[in-house]
C-alpha cells in the first residue's frame, strides 16, 4: 500500500513540470508516506497540481487585470470539476494495483471502460470551459489556456499509466 501511495503521488506530482523539463530520462520525485490514507494523498496531491497548472498557465497566458479577474476563478472552478474526474480514476487505479495479481476478464474490463470514459468526461469537461473561458478572454486565450492545460493532463496521463502493469 505504501510504494502505491508513493506511485501515484510521484507521478501525480509529474504534472507541474514544465514542458521544457518533459524528457524521457525524467523521474517522478521521490516521497515519503508514512501511513497516510489514499483520500489524504489525493487531497494533498490536488493543491500541489492546482497550485502547479495555475503557475505555469499564469507564465504562459498574458492577461489584462480585467481578463484576470475573470478568468482565475473561472479556472479554479473548472478545476475542481476535473478533480472529482482524476480522483475517481486514481482511486479505480489503487483498486486494480491492489487486485493486480487475482485479475480477471472483468476486471481488466473494468480498467479500461474506466480509462474510456474519464477521457470521454475530460474531453466534455474541456468543450464546456472551452466555451466559458471564450466569454471570459476570448477565443486566442481560451484555446492557448487549454492547450497548455491539455498538454499538462496529457503528459500526467502518460506519466502514471505507463507505470500501471499491463492485463495478462
Known sequence: MRYTIALVVGTCLT??????????????????????????????????LQERRSDILAKNLTLTSAQAAKFWPM???????????????LKGIQQYIEG?????????????????DRDARMSALR???????QKAVGTKL?????QIDRRLG?????EYTSRIPLAH
Open 142 to 146: 481560451a484555446v492557448r489556456a487549454m
Open 75 to 89: 479556472f479554479e472552478t473548472y478545476q475542481t470539476e476535473q478533480n472529482a474526474i482524476m480522483d475517481e480514476q
Open 100 to 116: 493486480f495479481d487475482t485479475l480477471d476478464d472483468a476486471g481488466a474490463l473494468a480498467l479500461m471502460n474506466a480509462h474510456l
Open 15 to 48: 504534472i507541474g513540470m514544465s514542458a521544457a523539463a518533459w524528457t524521457a530520462s525524467q523521474q517522478p520525485t521521490p516521497v515519503s508516506v508514512a501511513s497516510t490514507s489514499i483520500d489524504e494523498v489525493l487531497v494533498a496531491v490536488r493543491a500541489d
Open 154 to 158: 496529457l503528459a500526467h496521463q502518460i
Open 127 to 133: 468543450k464546456k470551459w472551452l466555451g466559458q473561458f
